[in-house]
């Protein structure tokens, strides 16, 4: 029987599809289009095209997705790109390496992003092809051209500039560069204070292109609590703690970029960027897992080793029977219901999470 948080969630979750979809009806007809950049947080499926061993396009992968088959998405089911389409009325973006996204399918937006990658070039280099940052922002010019045959320029211009856009990065470059080996080339070459003021300075180059692209209202997600995952307390805890080094990354790099995307809107002139905390978003169900439904947010679903922390999931994991009371899938990764927390409050959550505003706000905001 599920938790009463749980049917209070959910029933959350549906109230914001409400109220979006009445933002949805005001506007001159379809829902706006939807962009998504970034790493395996919110690859829909681009990696399944690859020759990379970062993909998740096999069992047990997609378990409770609706074809219960493997998508490419680094999750038990939805992710969060998926729980966003959802509230925006829309059908899920497609991967853009999908053969399928041709025609009307490329107005409902794209799906650029790819699991490895970082802000920086070096970060993932061990996944060998995979589409880094830069490479997804040319695609995004591509895509442009693409649409401007299909429709024309100037409308083309219209849909890009009152599209959402999600971005997701900054995990990656310290889990899989700074912190990968203990004598990396970055760690040699920066204190953590140091390589994270870099990553920011990297990070604001991207934006002003996604911008200069014509993106004009930006989702920025930070990284999140990245000592507490289980991969993390499988290699770095000896107690179940959370691991000091990468919490104290997530600690930097978060304060961070939220004052560089003020910095950013300030200069201008208006609220393209917005900052989602990741960290305070997940530390609540991490510290107080029982009040969110969960049983553990220690304990990865799918995986081995301590904590289920080891390695990647694979059919050979061990795997739980109800993915609804794990906070993590597999080793880095949230379960789709922790998911669904995170969108909830992408949408409705105060300044604490979502700054300046929360995607209601901006919901409302742009169907005047």
């Known amino acids: 029987m599920p938790s009463p948080f749980f049917a209070t969630t959910t029933t959350i979750f549906l109230v914001v599809l409400f109220i979006i979809g009445t933002f949805v009806s005001r506007s001159e007809g379809a829902p706006r289009a939807f962009f998504v950049f970034g790493d395996s947080l919110v690859d829909n499926g681009n990696n399944n095209y690859l ?25 038990n089911g939805f992710n969060i790109p998926d729980l966003i389409s959802q509230a925006l009325g829309a059908e899920a973006t497609l991967p853009y390496l999908d053969p399928e996204l041709t025609g009307d399918k490329l107005l409902v937006g794209a799906n650029f992003a790819s699991a490895g990658i970082g802000i920086l070039n070096d970060t993932g280099i061990q996944f060998a092809s995979i589409i880094r940052i830069w490479r997804q922002l040319q695609n995004f010019q591509q895509y442009q051209a693409r649409v401007s045959a299909l429709i024309g320029e100037e409308q083309t211009e219209r849909l890009v500039n009152g599209a959402l856009v999600l971005i997701t990065l900054g995990g990656n470059d310290y889990v899989n560069n700074y912190f990968l080996t203990p004598f990396s080339a970055r760690r040699l070459q920066y204190n953590l204070e140091d390589f994270s003021v870099y990553i920011i300075s990297e990070y604001r180059k991207i934006l002003m292109r996604l911008y200069e692209l014509g993106a004009r209202r930006v989702l920025v997600t930070g990284s999140g609590p990245l000592g507490c995952v289980p991969s993390s307390l499988a290699s770095r805890s000896t107690n179940g ?128």
């Not at 995607?359 to 169907?367: C, R």
């Open 241 to 368: 703690e959370c691991a000091e080094e990468p919490q104290r990354a997530s600690a930097i790099f978060n304060p961070l970029l939220i004052q560089m995307l003020k910095g950013l809107n300030q200069e201008l002139g208006s609220d393209v960027f917005v900052a989602a905390n990741a960290v305070e978003m997940q530390n609540n169900f991490i510290n107080n897992p029982q009040a969110y439904g969960f049983v553990t947010s220690k304990m990865a679903c799918c995986g081995q080793g301590p904590y289920n922390g080891v390695g990647i999931c694979t059919p050979a994991s061990n795997l739980c029977p109800n993915r609804d009371v794990y906070a993590f899938w597999d080793p880095f990764h949230p379960t789709e219901r922790a998911n669904k927390i995170i969108v909830q409050t992408i949408f409705t959550g105060s300044d604490k999470y979502m700054i300046p505003m929360n995607l209601s706000t901006i919901m409302a905001i742009d169907s005047l």
């Open 51 to 75: 020759l990379t061993s970062a993909r998740a396009d096999s069992p047990p992968y997609g378990i409770d997705y609706p074809t219960h088959r493997p998508t490419g998405r680094f999750s």
